[in-house]
């Protein structure tokens, strides 16, 4: 971004979300895309809290330090989405810090074993697939569970996932994490459905492919992040900041009248019939 595009972003986000308060689920380390979600929802004027797996407590607490900086400190709080428990006890202390009220959730959490990302789908495991399903689909619903009564005692809120166009598209090597993806996308509209009335709003984005840590378990993610940016609409590949730009806008006032929705943000690829002709 140039230094005169991010001096008007900035000044368009400061103060944004001044006074709102939220979690980050799936934060992880400097490359993954809730770091750039971190950053534009700070940079917003928003009160965050950050949740961890114990194996990455450490790097995480680190991270909150550097974003916090001398404002207000992010507290992090343990929460493994498999554990029925370990959710119940994070949102628990979640609402501790924020007094019973909650504004935003954002839900950035997928993950399928290594084995499961190559060859062909109908050679997946059951257990591959269940744990799939689980992390990166079933932990929205887990989670939103837990945050509606605190959303509904601020007079709604936003809930944010983050998804892929691996689910709904045959992305190469995505295997059992695209239908994953499907599943989340399919569960946003019925959350948007269910906790509407309480007006509290539930969308996805869907963000183009970004090297990250993550993403490097599925084989030949450069290649085609490089085949991405030559024939996407805007000629680019997709930044962190503009994931974390559009959950800025998501989480706002400004998007009151949008959910159940799956948002591109991926340079204009999803239009596209082919990567190439």
């Known amino acids: ?25 799936g934060l992880a380390n400097k490359w993954s895309i809730a ?23 450490d ?48 839900h950035s959490l997928a993950f399928a074993r290594k084995d499961e990302l190559e060859g062909r789908y109908v050679e997946c495991s059951r257990d591959g ?20 009564p605190l959303l509904e005692a601020n007079g709604g809120g936003s809930i944010v996932t983050l998804t892929y166009i691996g689910g709904e598209r045959v992305v190469q090597n995505y295997n059992v994490m695209g239908v994953a ?6 569960s946003v509209r019925y959350l948007a459905a269910d906790l509407g009335p309480k007006k509290i709003r539930v969308n996805a984005i869907s963000a183009g492919p970004i090297k990250t840590l993550a993403s490097s378990a599925i084989s030949g993610i450069q290649t085609l992040i490089t085949e991405i940016a030559e024939v996407s609409p805007l000629r680019k590949n997709t930044e962190t900041e503009e994931v974390g730009d559009t959950a800025l806008f998501l989480v706002s006032d400004l998007s009151r009248g949008i959910t159940g929705e799956n948002i591109h943000v991926d340079a204009g690829f999803h239009i596209i019939g082919a990567v190439k002709a």
């Open 181 to 186: 993806k499907a599943a989340l996308e399919c």
């Open 129 to 148: 697939y269940l744990l799939a399903q689980n992390v990166s689909a079933y932990s929205l619903v887990a989670v939103s569970r837990r945050a509606e």
């Open 59 to 106: 790097r995480v607490e680190k991270l909150a330090e550097e974003l916090a900086g001398d404002t207000t400190s992010i507290q992090c709080i343990e929460c493994d989405v498999t554990s029925e428990d370990q959710i119940d006890s994070a949102f628990n202390k979640i609402s501790e810090v924020f007094g019973g009220k909650l504004d935003f959730v954002i």
């Open 1 to 25: 971004m140039s230094t005169e595009l991010q001096e008007k972003t900035n000044s368009i986000k400061n103060g944004l979300l001044k006074g709102k308060k939220g979690v980050i689920l």
């Open 35 to 57: 770091w750039g979600i971190a950053n534009s929802l700070h940079e917003g004027g928003a009160e965050l809290v950050f949740t961890y797996q114990d194996r990455v407590k």
